[in-house]
């Protein structure tokens, strides 16, 4: 076996052995949401893996709305999945479907197992039935409607499509095997009653397919030939195939691997609605969130999402992933791609005494110096500039391992001059007001005839060209690394510092007309997104991740 086939996962090897083996001529794969909720890193392996299978083996993949639930499912969901998905740099083109769209094929489907004597119209409250339902290693009892004529079955089931009964009163079942060590082979529901509209069909239908009857039955209509999912439906495969096979329709093929469990992170659209709607976030897009739409907003880049989901590759069994794997294809992609500039997070003021007061010299500064092509850009140099507080320290424990900025120290503000603290000023409070500095002026960057060595460079932005901003500073959203084995509240795991507003920073006046989406790298700092909150008086930046992993550290 050659390298390449040593590096197909278990998926890639069955449809490789498919194609070969003549099964089907092309593969065609679908990724299948349900619209009740906004999709998160989870759903990203997902559509990378269905979306990419297709791509290298010159199928198709289909998008198809599982919108069987009126109750939760809205519009508003349905846009923000295409938009992710496309973001995500895929493209359905025309094949674009929704579960809805087979409403009339799915009854018709069920009215056939209704005569084949394969289903029957239940009566039983899920309460009661459930007390007959038995246990792995005890067999159920029948339900006392088990038995009614296919007259009556099919006569219950078009009274219950024209709405003749109210929600619970009945449902339709599949006949399986009450004895089955597999609960959901016990009698499990095809169709309930549910007097909503529907985002799509409004009120034409009052039934509704569950999951298990109008996914497998979708991706036969569809001609699916292979259905991946995750592994918590692999004890749903025995229906799917028997529906299948009961109906004598096309054999569409289910898999599962396994799902995309992330350290320090919740993967679960139910706790993540609830934080929403509890106000622990600030919406589905808050960028703490990892749904597609949150990540996005941070700075989490396409490039990233997809290098990370190939990383991670495909697994049998369920595990962990550790975070920094996802922070670390970040980061890598952003450092190739984003431009360098200068921020200060906490300002103090230097004054370079022996400057003049109103002479302005441009310095240029290189945009990234991994990509020529980047450019340079003209930094205003003022006799008054901004270092950052962290800069300066009067009396350092460790003078020798002190690089930047104290009492008679010097060092070179990067692309400018190196300048020597000569003084400061102190507040009532102790700390430090300003700094006086001079600089020498057969240092400037790039024309240095000085001699000089210095170790520390700091960055800088002039006093009288800064722009205010406003940085969101974010960390991860919880505490815990492995949250699904906690036994409390997840809540209580939420990390109160994930959110830190700084509105004192300054930013350089190359970024005064940045524009929403716009990624930077503030340079020793981090990487950095204009969010959709700025305005034409108040940029507001998202701290995409920092530099290094901070939390290895901790």
Not at 483 to 488: G, H, V
């Amino acid at each position: 076996m050659d390298e390449a086939k040593k590096s197909l996962n278990f998926i890639e090897q069955m449809i490789e052995k498919d194609l070969k083996e003549g099964k089907h001529d092309s593969i065609v794969t679908r990724f299948p949401p349900e619209p009740n909720g906004y999709l998160h890193i989870g759903h990203a392996k997902s559509i990378c893996l269905n979306f990419g299978l297709a791509e290298k083996y010159g199928g198709i993949c289909n998008l198809r709305f599982d919108d069987t639930n009126p109750e939760k499912e809205e519009t508003e969901y349905v846009d923000s999945i295409k938009s992710n998905i496309k973001w995500l740099g895929y493209d359905w083109e025309d094949r674009e479907y929704y579960a809805s769209d087979y409403f009339e094929q799915l009854y018709e489907m069920a009215i056939k197992l209704i005569k084949k004597g394969s289903a029957y119209v239940d009566d039983l409250p899920q309460e009661e039935f459930n007390k007959l339902k038995g246990t792995p290693t005890q067999p159920g009892k029948p339900s006392p409607y088990r038995d009614r004529s296919v007259d009556e079955n099919v006569d219950l089931f078009e009274r219950m499509r024209s709405g003749e009964f109210g929600n619970g009163e009945k449902v339709l079942r599949a006949k399986i095997d009450l004895s089955s060590p597999n609960m959901h082979m016990r009698d499990p529901i095809l169709y309930r009653i549910k007097q909503l509209p529907h985002h799509r069909t409004g009120y034409q239908w009052c039934i509704y397919p569950t999951y298990d009857f109008a996914h497998g039955q979708s991706d036969s209509i569809e001609n699916v030939t292979h259905s991946l999912c995750t592994l918590e439906f692999e004890v749903h495969r025995p229906l799917y195939e028997w529906l299948i096979k009961e109906l004598e329709i096309f054999p569409s093929k289910q898999t599962e691997f396994a799902r995309l469990n992330l350290s320090y992170t919740i993967v679960s659209k139910r706790k993540l609605r609830e934080l929403v709607e509890l106000g622990h976030v600030n919406g589905w897009d808050d960028p703490r969130m990892p749904t597609l739409s949150g990540i996005r907003r941070r700075g989490f880049t396409p490039a990233s999402i997809r290098k990370f989901a190939d990383t991670i590759g495909v697994a049998r069994r369920d595990g962990i992933t550790d975070i920094a794997v996802l922070e670390h294809a970040v980061r890598e992609d952003l450092n190739a791609n984003t431009n360098r500039v200068f921020g200060i997070m906490n300002p103090l003021k230097v004054i370079i005494t022996n400057w003049p007061e109103d002479k302005v010299e441009m310095m240029t500064g290189v945009n990234n110096p991994g990509d020529e092509s980047a450019g340079t850009r003209e930094m205003p140099f003022t006799r008054e500039i901004y270092v950052d507080q962290a800069d300066f320290m009067e009396d350092p424990p460790s003078p020798k391992k002190w690089y930047r900025l104290g009492p008679d120290r010097e060092v070179r503000l990067k692309f400018g001059y190196i300048i020597k603290c000569t003084g400061y000023k102190k507040a009532e409070d102790g700390t430090i007001e300003e700094l006086y500095a001079e600089y020498d002026p057969q240092t400037r960057s790039g024309q240095d005839t000085s001699g000089k060595k210095v170790k520390g460079t700091l960055g800088w932005v002039s006093v009288p060209h800064a722009v205010n901003v406003e940085v969101r500073e974010y960390d991860r959203l919880f505490m815990t690394e492995n949250l699904n084995t906690i036994e409390d509240d997840f809540k209580n795991h939420l990390n109160p510092d994930s959110l830190t507003i700084n509105k004192k920073a300054v930013v350089e006046p190359s970024l005064k007309d940045a524009k929403v989406g716009d990624q930077m790298q503030f340079e020793r700092i981090g990487y950095f997104r204009v969010d959709e909150d700025s305005t034409e008086d108040n940029l507001v930046f998202n701290r995409t991740i920092t530099l290094r992993d901070n939390w290895a550290k901790k």
